[in-house]
């Protein structure tokens, strides 16, 4: 949902590059380096292995609604698959998924929603339970955007066929996210993440240049992401969010992705995981080291294993918001922008 601020998890400062095109890559070396974000956790996926540009034209994905412990106090935690604001200058982010909260009175609360950055988001009439198995998918066409949700639990869907001005189609997303409280200025500030425990997702694929794939496919890099508290904004993105308003993070716990499943579609979120992402697969070698990302990210080194950098930067920390709430026929929840 929000806007996140990926960090590398190996520098106190760097982003993962996702809408950029890596230099070549051998189709067994996918996986670029762990980042770490404000307020996202999961995996992003984009740019060509063979350095070509990929444009994605749908994504989709499976995960159980998990319980919200609510014992913590005050929380909210959303689950999504989504299709670009990952990339430099991005300004959009076409996305479906579903929220559990915790509410002040120690209640928890589940419900579904989609959103279509930089418009506010939209709920969904479905009624959503923990335990129940969502399936989520995003498909982009020019300017139309198809969302899709089910509950194959209880068999219930919702679809939406809208029209958006320059959707991204950069990237893919599949990620559990800490949602941010954002002004009518665009300063955002990551809210407390609800103890969900562990989310699972499986069925895990995206759709670019006509070839469909998990999120391992050889056709594109991909990166893990870990939700790590104050991780700072180093992104210019339209997905990416954080505490702009104080420079404070608030969400007082992290969140970690586990390793892929063998064939690329399935992984897990855990909440209140290290700061350290454990990563699948091979470091590999590249063919260029790259010259890294000299505004905002690795100075002078790139991604050495997987060859990422251009030398082009990422963003110049300045954030991004929009909106101040929920949209649903003018209307707004709860003052909560959720990305």
């Not at 419900?111 to 923990?130: H, T």
């Not at 001005?165 to 997303?173: G, I, R």
């Not at 499943?261 to 909440?271: E, L, N």
Request: with cysteine.
């Amino acid at each position: 949902m929000n806007t996140p601020r990926l960090i590398s998890a190996l520098a106190v400062v760097g982003s993962i590059a996702c809408a950029a095109a890596p230099t070549a890559a051998s189709a067994a070396t996918t996986e670029g380096q762990a980042a770490s974000s404000a307020n996202w956790s999961g995996y992003v996926a984009g740019g060509s292995s063979s350095g070509g540009s990929t444009q994605f034209s749908s994504v989709s994905g499976s995960w159980v609604e998990p319980s919200a412990n609510c014992n913590a106090g005050q929380g909210n935690s959303a689950f999504w698959v989504g299709l670009g604001g990952a990339g430099q200058g991005s300004n959009a982010l076409e996305q479906t998924g579903t929220e559990a909260d915790c509410g002040s009175d120690g209640s928890s609360s589940h419900f579904a929603w989609y959103e279509l950055v930089p418009a506010a988001p939209v709920k969904l009439d479905l009624n959503i339970s923990a335990g129940d198995h969502i399936t989520g998918k995003v498909t982009v066409s020019g300017t139309n955007v198809t969302v899709t949700l089910s509950d194959d639990t209880t068999g219930q869907s919702a679809t939406k066929n809208l029209q958006m001005n320059n959707p991204d189609v950069s990237s893919a997303e599949w990620i559990a996210e800490a949602p941010s409280n954002c002004d009518g200025s665009g300063n955002c500030q990551p809210l407390p993440l609800t103890d969900f425990g562990k989310v699972s997702f499986t069925n895990s694929s995206a759709t670019a240049n006509g070839h469909t794939g998990t999120i391992s496919d050889p056709n594109w890099t991909y990166n893990p992401v870990q939700l790590t508290p104050g991780a700072g904004d180093q992104f210019a993105g339209a997905g990416f969010v954080s505490d702009t308003s104080t420079g404070t993070d608030t969400s007082s716990a992290g969140a970690t992705p586990s390793a892929l499943s063998t064939d690329g579609s399935a992984y897990s979120v855990t909440w209140g995981g290290s700061t350290d992402v454990s990563t699948s697969g091979s470091s590999g070698s590249s063919s260029a080291a790259g010259s890294g990302y000299p505004d905002s990210g690795y100075p002078g080194s790139g991604y050495p294993d997987t060859g990422w950098g251009d030398g082009s930067g990422w963003g110049d920390g300045s954030g991004y918001g929009y909106g101040s709430g929920w949209g649903d026929a003018g209307s707004y929840w709860g003052g909560v922008a959720y990305w």
